[in-house]
């Protein structure tokens, strides 16, 4: 199928156009294809279309046009090749870590992930025979010397979920390719706006397109994004066969959702940014980490690596985990809910939630203590947000 837009307008453009797939009836808004299967002309024509010798679409498990749109705007906007959508954000980092291994190779991964990332990587891939280690990924030595002559993929997150550590995506593609091997990024908290890892040199991008993408709390979704090689010869198959595919009316949630993604991100971050300066020097508040403010202890790394800073705050608050909760009930407008990137302002204790599973000793290592708080940053007023997180931080 071709895309009318020329390449060369701007991204807010293609972001309401590219990958509308008009049908003659020439509806305004993109087409929902919501059907399993697809008809076809003739025997003749079926068995075409199985042989791959005829254009057109068999099943959803395989593609479907309204998923096509999907995948095809978020893969402008990502600057590749080609991308894969999936039912979850997990469903893309699964496919993306599966396919790219076999029984008796080994992975490297930062131990500072996503929890259930980190499930696939050190619980779930070894029941296979693949090797996992993991390091501290702000420390480049521990990256190198973790590669074994049979390491086949990195994959590391940044800015990391919940303490908002940020790691060289560059000098790790590097010594990944000198390795053999690839680099795969969870760019979720990045959003695909201010952090382009395949032009600082990966080989795939995964998205939990349940966070910002859809941005308004309704469906989950995921995507797989790299080279046409890369997805066509690590990840294709394991998709279409094992099918962690995305439903059509998702995936066209999501695609609406990206025409509204940068006035939405951009509003969000902004807003984050005024309330990270308002309150960083908050007597109640034993630390806060904000990705755009110059106080953050990589600042130099963020100048070159991301064009944005972040939706999200890390606030560690006095009085550990009593602190924290009687601050989290203080609460009014913000609500406790382990999801991110959304319009309504949401908090998390990640100690006893998301990051429950782990010992002490290794959510110390992830930056996790009892008193840390993340906030993720929605659409509401600024003075309404501030006023919500003083009173509250004054029960503290
Ligand atoms: C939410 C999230 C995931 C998982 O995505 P789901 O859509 O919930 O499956 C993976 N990585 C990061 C960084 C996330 O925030």
Not at 365 to 379: C, F, K, N, Q
Request: proline share 5%; with cysteine; glycine share 8%.
């Amino acid at each position: 199928m071709t895309t009318p837009q020329e390449p060369s307008y701007r991204l807010e453009t293609r972001l309401v156009h590219e990958g509308n797939q008009r049908t003659p009836f020439g509806e305004t808004s993109e087409a929902l294809f919501l059907t399993q299967g697809f008809i076809y002309e003739s025997a003749e024509s079926a068995e075409r279309r199985f042989l791959n010798e005829e254009a057109g679409y068999s099943y959803s498990r395989y593609s479907n046009p309204t998923v096509d749109a999907f995948e095809q705007r978020i893969a402008g906007l990502e600057g590749a090749e080609a991308a894969r959508a999936t039912a979850s954000g997990m469903a893309a980092v699964t496919a993306a870590m599966v396919g790219q291994v076999q029984a008796g190779d080994h992975v490297v991964a930062a131990r500072a992930l996503f929890g259930s990332c980190r499930w696939v990587v050190e619980d779930f891939l070894p029941r296979f025979g693949v090797g996992c280690t993991l390091v501290d990924g702000a420390d480049l030595n521990q990256w190198r010397n973790a590669v074994r002559p049979e390491t086949k993929a990195f994959l590391l997150e940044t800015p990391t979920n919940p303490s908002l550590e940020i790691f060289d995506i560059a000098a790790i593609a590097e010594i990944a390719h000198a390795a053999g091997a690839t680099l795969t990024v969870d760019n979720v908290f990045a959003t695909p706006l201010f952090q382009k890892p395949l032009a600082l040199g990966a080989d795939c991008v995964v998205y939990s397109a349940t966070k910002h993408i859809d941005g308004q709390g309704r469906c989950l979704g995921g995507v797989i994004l790299g080279s046409t090689e890369f997805i066509e010869n690590k990840v294709q198959q394991f998709l279409r066969m094992t099918g962690p595919s995305i439903s059509p009316f998702n995936a066209w949630v999501l695609l609406k959702g990206l025409e509204t993604l940068p006035l939405r991100v951009e509003k969000q971050t902004t807003t984050a940014g005024f309330l990270a300066d308002m309150l960083h020097d908050h007597p109640k508040l034993r630390r806060l980490t904000y990705p755009g403010r110059p106080d953050h202890p990589q600042a130099d790394l963020i100048r070159r690596q991301m064009s944005g800073a972040s939706t999200m705050i890390a606030l560690d608050v006095q009085g550990g985990k009593e602190g924290a909760f009687r601050f989290l009930n203080a609460l009014k407008l913000i609500r406790i809910s382990n999801n991110l990137g959304d319009a309504k302002s949401l908090v998390t204790h990640p100690a006893t939630t998301t990051h429950q599973r782990f010992t002490p000793e290794q959510r110390a290592e992830m930056g996790i203590t009892d008193g840390l708080v993340r906030l993720s940053v929605g659409l509401e007023h600024k003075d309404d947000l501030l006023e919500d997180l003083a009173q509250a931080l004054e029960s503290a």
